[in-house]
């Protein structure tokens, strides 16, 4: 059986993501290979995160699935540069014998049925393009909590006819919504240890995603689904259902606004911290002062200080003494990132309240909005 280089690599790409290769069942450190209606099947899996993806195969099998080891397979196949892989299946050891050009291999597999079942798709799936949800789960991710916090995950959310992200880690909260996104009802949290995986999905997509949900109430995980249209190559996602309400959280919108191009506020964060090694450094603050027409941004550390001014349209006053919020520039910088050359609307009541942030969008099906909390004053 052969199969074409180029097309192994970018299945593996797709799948290798889910693989874990510190887990006390061994098998999960497998990927799995099985002939299917004329092509092959490739499989990943940690339990949580299920990676499957498609390849043309010509030629015959002896046996039509086999079990290999996932690190040792796919460091072989990337080293491969001619153009077909010749791939036989033997289900009695059971091995697998590859050859590329010069280059033999023979990897010691184990047997099929000890690998995890596979969920197959949803059939109520939604279209959603690639670029689109990856500019969703850019505008939410650096707002969630680190793997492993109580806080982690993105949550998805289907409700008439809107998908709405959010993220949230306790300090800052961020929600993104397009309307339109199509039909279906279900409220999850994407764990943030898949996120890659579906990150490489999306990048390997060029055309529509689907986008579905299946409930396996106490029987299994419920999964959310991603499927390339095209390619037929897809994700189940295992997910949970706690995210907090935040509902309460946007009432706040007045005190101080500040109107700012995105651009300009983003040349500003990085011109505060041009001695600094590492600008996203989670530890560093950002400080941002409204003053007559324009917002003053800056830094002041124990070994420097760096104060710029930006053209903006201030409105109100903050309360208070003191009229500068510091704000951690992680959250910041990936506000002003997302957003490209939009306008910022900023409102601040006080340098120890919540700073709420919303992008001027030209897409009207779409908005976004944040909190993030100051940083407290010494």
């Given at each position: 059986?052969?199969?074409?280089?180029?097309?192994?690599?970018?299945?593996?790409?797709?799948?290798?993501?889910?693989?874990?290769?510190?887990?006390?069942?061994?098998?999960?450190?497998?990927?799995?290979?099985?002939?299917?209606?004329?092509?092959?099947?490739?499989?990943?899996?940690?339990?949580?995160?299920?990676?499957?993806?498609?390849?043309?195969?010509?030629?015959?099998?002896?046996?039509?699935?086999?079990?290999?080891?996932?690190?040792?397979?796919?460091?072989?196949?990337?080293?491969?540069?001619?153009?077909?892989?010749?791939?036989?299946?033997?289900?009695?050891?059971?091995?697998?014998?590859?050859?590329?050009?010069?280059?033999?291999?023979?990897?010691?597999?184990?047997?099929?049925?000890?690998?995890?079942?596979?969920?197959?798709?949803?059939?109520?799936?939604?279209?959603?393009?690639?670029?689109?949800?990856?500019?969703?789960?850019?505008?939410v991710i650096?707002?969630?909590?680190?793997?492993?916090?109580?806080?982690?995950?993105?949550?998805?959310?289907?409700?008439?006819?809107t998908l709405?992200?959010?993220?949230?880690?306790?300090?800052?909260?961020?929600?993104?919504?397009?309307?339109?996104?199509?039909?279906?009802?279900?409220?999850?949290?994407?764990?943030?240890?898949?996120?890659?995986?579906?990150?490489?999905?999306?990048?390997?997509?060029?055309?529509?995603?689907?986008?579905?949900?299946?409930?396996?109430?106490?029987?299994?995980?419920?999964?959310?689904?991603?499927?390339?249209?095209?390619?037929?190559?897809?994700?189940?996602?295992?997910?949970?259902?706690?995210?907090?309400?935040?509902?309460?959280?946007?009432?706040?919108?007045?005190?101080?606004?500040?109107?700012?191009?995105?651009?300009?506020?983003?040349?500003?964060?990085?011109?505060?911290?041009?001695?600094?090694?590492?600008?996203?450094?989670?530890?560093?603050?950002?400080?941002?002062?409204?003053?007559?027409?324009?917002?003053?941004?800056?830094?002041?550390?124990?070994?420097?200080?760096?104060?710029?001014?930006?053209?903006?349209?201030?409105?109100?006053?903050?309360?208070?003494?003191?009229?500068?919020?510091?704000?951690?520039?992680?959250?910041?910088?990936?506000?002003?990132?997302?957003?490209?050359?939009?306008?910022?609307?900023?409102?601040?009541?006080?340098?120890?309240?919540?700073?709420?942030?919303?992008?001027?969008?030209?897409?009207?099906?779409?908005k976004a909005?944040?909190?993030?909390?100051?940083?407290?004053?010494?």
């Open positions: 059986m052969n199969v074409r280089t180029d097309d192994l690599k970018k299945a593996l790409a797709v799948v290798k993501t889910a693989v874990n290769h510190s887990a006390t069942l061994q098998i999960l450190s497998f990927i799995k290979l099985k002939i299917v209606a004329g092509r092959m099947e490739v499989v990943a899996t940690n339990l949580e995160t299920v990676a499957v993806a498609y390849v043309s195969v010509q030629g015959d099998q002896q046996a039509d699935e086999i079990v290999v080891p996932a690190r040792a397979f796919t460091e072989w196949v990337a080293l491969c540069d001619a153009p077909d892989i010749q791939l036989d299946f033997y289900d009695s050891e059971p091995l697998l014998s590859a050859k590329s050009g010069i280059s033999r291999a023979r990897f010691i597999g184990k047997r099929p049925d000890l690998f995890p079942a596979v969920p197959t798709l949803p059939t109520d799936m939604v279209p959603l393009s690639a670029p689109l949800l990856h500019k969703l789960l850019t505008s650096f707002c969630a909590g680190e793997e492993g916090a109580l806080l982690s995950g993105i949550q998805i959310r289907m409700w008439n006819d709405t992200m959010a993220a949230t880690d306790g300090f800052a909260l961020a929600e993104v919504q397009v309307q339109g996104a199509g039909a279906g009802e279900f409220n999850v949290v994407l764990p943030v240890g898949a996120l890659r995986s579906l990150y490489t999905l999306v990048n390997h997509t060029s055309g529509e995603l689907m986008m579905g949900y299946r409930d396996m109430g106490e029987k299994d995980l419920s999964r959310v689904f991603f499927a390339d249209d095209d390619e037929g190559s897809y994700l189940g996602i295992g997910v949970r259902e706690n995210f907090p309400d935040y509902s309460h959280i946007w009432g706040q919108t007045n005190g101080c606004v500040v109107k700012v191009n995105n651009d300009l506020l983003q040349g500003a964060r990085r011109i505060a911290y041009v001695v600094s090694d590492d600008i996203t450094d989670s530890r560093l603050s950002l400080q941002l002062t409204p003053e007559g027409d324009g917002l003053g941004v800056g830094t002041d550390r124990t070994n420097y200080a760096a104060v710029t001014e930006v053209e903006a349209d201030v409105q109100g006053a903050m309360d208070g003494e003191r009229k500068t919020v510091r704000l951690n520039t992680r959250y910041v910088g990936g506000i002003t990132k997302a957003w490209g050359n939009s306008r910022l609307r900023i409102t601040m009541n006080s340098a120890r309240e919540p700073v709420h942030f919303s992008p001027d969008l030209s897409d009207e099906r779409m909005r944040y909190v993030v909390m100051p940083m407290a004053y010494k």
